[in-house]
């Protein structure tokens, strides 16, 4: 592994964990979202390359596992702990409930990962989520036109409880406005060539026959 920042184009982040999410076993809607999720971490100064790495993670099995669903509240059990796929559709359950529903994480593999996967939701649905910490008895405001206190979510701790808010509904006028960057991520060379070594899984040898068959248009690094 090497150490440093590595620059790249939001697309190029965003594919190269697309066909990560693939090489891992996700299906590509779910790497999708992650992809996406990653960049706008990014834009909001975050580690979201790491966030993706975290949620990959071949180790952890790849195989939806049901989270418990009871009393209107869906929870993340350390049996359904994975970001890249039980966060993904805690959060499409969770979106189309009433605001009385509610997911309990009680294990995630990537906290930073399923807050960008809320922004993510944020942006596409028109909604807010207020993740409420159980030991600290404090409240965090996800909305996917402001910036998220890094501290205070590097910091969060399990269990949580989320609840989704339509935005009309919300009140967020004192959040910080999000950084203006020009489509470029900075990422963690080691993270950067983790995703790499991953999303290389799905290449095959360039021939000229390929080539003839559609494969690449040999226009961009990562055809």
């Known amino acids: 592994m090497t150490s440093g920042i590595v620059d790249r184009s939001e697309n190029q982040l965003s594919q ?15 790497a999708e979202d992650i992809g996406k999720a990653a960049v706008l971490l990014c834009r909001r100064g975050m580690n979201g390359a790491e966030a993706a790495v975290h949620s990959l993670n071949l180790g952890i099995g790849t195989a939806p596992s049901r989270p418990k669903y009871m009393n209107k509240t869906l929870y993340m ?15 499409d359950w969770l ?26 939701a944020g942006k596409e649905f028109h909604v807010g989520f207020y993740i409420r910490f159980t030991e600290a008895e404090r409240e965090l405001l996800i909305v996917p036109d402001k910036a998220l206190p890094v501290e205070r979510l590097e910091a969060a701790r399990l269990p949580f409880t989320v609840h ?18 020009a489509g470029r991520c900075q990422v963690g060379a080691d993270d950067w060539q983790a995703l790499s070594a991953l999303a290389h899984k799905n290449y095959v040898p360039a021939t000229e026959a390929s080539r003839m068959n559609g494969a690449g248009a040999g226009l961009v690094d990562n055809d």
Do not use: E, F
Not at 164 to 181: E, F, N
């Open 77 to 91: 059990t350390p049996a359904s702990n994975r970001a890249a796929i039980d966060g993904v559709a805690a959060i």
């Open 164 to 181: 989704c808010v339509p935005l009309d509904k919300l009140s967020h006028d004192g959040g910080a406005k999000l950084p203006t960057y």
């Open 95 to 120: 979106i189309s409930q009433p605001s009385s529903a509610q997911l309990s994480v009680q294990a995630c593999d990537s906290i930073l990962m399923l807050a960008g996967l809320m922004l993510l």
């Open 16 to 30: 190269t964990i697309v066909k990560a999410g693939c090489a891992a076993g996700i299906g590509y809607s779910q």
